[in-house]
């Protein structure tokens, strides 16, 4: 595990606590339309992403040629864009417009890209995608059973749901809250994307507690993953990878639709 500094996005991170008036308002929290340019630069080559949840998710994807895959939460597209060069027919959602914009720059004009939030109903039919790639989204969701309902029903019998969201060990230790691990709770973190500071507030939930929503919703866990990060990173990133292969940073979960 880093040291608790070394957030999923950064070492200049920290946790807010509900009293500190160091940031005027959490109303802003979440806002990727004032921070997307940023997010989206550090998300590029950082370990976090680029070195870590993008291959692992590809990795477990595996071969995806011909697939129909809904990128929900796409943010800015790096996901979607390697998807696409593996020969996958993708769609992208993002509730953000200004993240969708540099996914639009990135993927061009053909690139199937909607603004959606995921808490509502989503704009397909049934079964319409083989696949859903849910890449450090559904964190930010208080209650899982509408959005996952929904995804669960735009994909068909058999299909996958591919989702990483904050290790919930790891979330715990860096709230820096007392609730306790088995506790659902909101707790925010500062973050530093390419110099510009910016908050974002989660939900934690222990490890049961989503396992049980993804079977609520009509999935059966086909893995639960703790990957190493892709090779590369130790020597990129030796401050925070010196001595450890694998981190507590984020947990991978593949589920197929029963
Ligand atoms: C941490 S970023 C990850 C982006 C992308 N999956 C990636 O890995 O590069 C989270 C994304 O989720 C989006 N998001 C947050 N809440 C959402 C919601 N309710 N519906 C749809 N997208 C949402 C944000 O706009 C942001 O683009």
Redesign the pocket.
């Known amino acids: 595990m880093p040291p608790a500094s070394h957030s999923p996005a950064g070492p200049a991170d920290r946790a807010i606590a509900d009293e500190d008036d160091s940031v005027t308002s959490h109303n802003r929290a979440?806002d990727?339309d004032s921070f997307a340019e940023a997010y989206s630069a550090e998300?590029e080559g950082n370990l976090f992403?680029a070195y870590y949840?993008?291959p692992a998710t590809l990795a477990l994807a595996g071969d995806v040629a011909g697939r129909r895959i809904l990128d929900a939460?796409?943010?800015?597209g790096?996901?979607f864009a390697a998807l696409r060069d593996r020969g996958a027919l993708v769609t992208g959602?993002?509730?953000?417009t200004g993240?969708l914009e540099l996914a639009r720059r990135r993927l061009g004009d053909d690139a199937d890209l909607q603004v959606?939030?995921?808490?509502d109903p989503l704009p397909f039919p049934d079964a319409a995608f083989d696949d859903v790639i849910a890449?450090?989204?559904l964190h930010?969701?208080e209650d899982w059973t509408a959005p996952l309902a929904e995804l669960r029903r735009v994909l068909r019998p058999g299909g996958r749901l591919i989702a990483s969201v904050n290790h919930p060990i790891h979330g715990y230790a860096l709230s820096g809250q007392d609730a306790g691990y088995f506790a659902t709770f909101q707790w925010s973190q500062e973050h530093t994307f390419s110099g510009q500071s910016a908050v974002l507030t989660y939900w934690h939930r222990p490890l049961h507690a989503m396992t049980d929503a993804f079977t609520a919703a009509g999935f059966r866990v086909a893995a639960i993953s703790e990957p190493p990060a892709a090779p590369g990173a130790r020597e990129l990133f030796p401050d925070i990878l010196a001595d450890q292969p694998a981190f507590l940073c984020f947990l991978f979960f593949v589920l197929e639709a029963v």
């Open positions: 979440n990727y998300n992403n949840e993008r939460g796409c943010g800015s790096p996901l959602i993002d509730a953000s993240m959606t939030d995921l808490q890449s450090l989204v930010y969701f």
